[in-house]
């Protein structure tokens, strides 16, 4: 079994910035993709970015150029520095993990970022 915890989620002003962390724990074999989602009120759950074990990483249109992620394998972490942040951006963040071999995927409980006007 895999857990996940996430941290760093909270209230900023527009064209503020906040990072967001995910820790992994537990059975965590071979090459995976660990990432993030977002769901905002109202709106469907959706990818922000993901990194794989092997630093490849792909971006939502939307937070291209604004959002980076990275991860430390050692740890089994993600990261995710959010810049120039806009209220669009107000959801709650889910922190995930694939692993390649396997159709499971694992996910936090997640974290509120809210970004107001």
């Known amino acids: 079994q895999v857990q996940l915890a996430e941290s760093g989620g909270g209230l900023v002003q527009a064209g503020g910035s906040l990072r967001l962390s995910c820790a992994a724990s537990?059975?965590?074999?071979?090459?995976?993709?660990m990432g993030w989602y977002r769901q905002a009120p109202g709106k469907q759950r959706e990818l922000v970015a993901t990194i794989t074990s092997g630093a490849d990483t792909n971006y939502a249109a939307s937070v291209k150029g604004r959002f980076t992620i990275s991860r430390d394998n050692a740890r089994n972490s993600v990261n995710l520095e959010m810049n120039s942040l806009k209220p669009e951006d107000t959801a709650v963040y889910y922190c995930?993990?694939?692993?390649?071999?396997?159709?499971?995927?694992?996910w936090g409980k997640g974290t509120l970022v809210t970004v107001s006007s």
């Open positions: 995930y993990l694939h692993p390649l071999a396997y159709s499971m995927v694992y």
């Open positions: 537990g059975s965590i074999f071979g090459p995976n993709a």
